[in-house]
């Protein structure tokens, strides 16, 4: 019987390189955003058993998928300052 002794391998910090090629070999943006994120998920995990080099990357597209999800769930709307009501530009007097 053989006991491993070594100690474990720290985690690699994400490469930007890695994260490129992953986007664009194996997780391209459109499967991201259109894919279900059950699916998503498998597929992440499918990348990580069998190219264990991005591991520290799928995970960040995962998490930039669910975040960008998160933003458009809810309603549409436009950012900044409410708007007071005004009066419409044809009911104005027109001077001369």
């Given at each position: 019987m053989?006991?491993?002794t070594d100690p474990a391998v720290p985690m690699r910090k994400p490469c930007i390189r890695d994260l490129a090629t992953l986007t664009a070999t194996l997780l391209p943006p459109?499967?991201?955003q259109?894919?279900?994120l059950k699916q998503l998920r498998r597929r992440v995990r499918e990348i990580?058993?069998?190219h264990p080099h991005y591991?520290?990357?799928t995970p960040l597209v995962l998490a930039w998928e669910e975040q960008r999800r998160q933003r458009l769930r809810g309603e549409l709307?436009?950012?900044g300052r409410p708007v007071a009501p005004a009066a419409s530009v044809h009911s104005r007097p027109?001077?001369?």
């Open positions: 053989h006991l491993n459109a499967l991201v259109l894919a279900p990580n058993a069998t591991q520290e990357e709307h436009v950012a027109v001077s001369a």
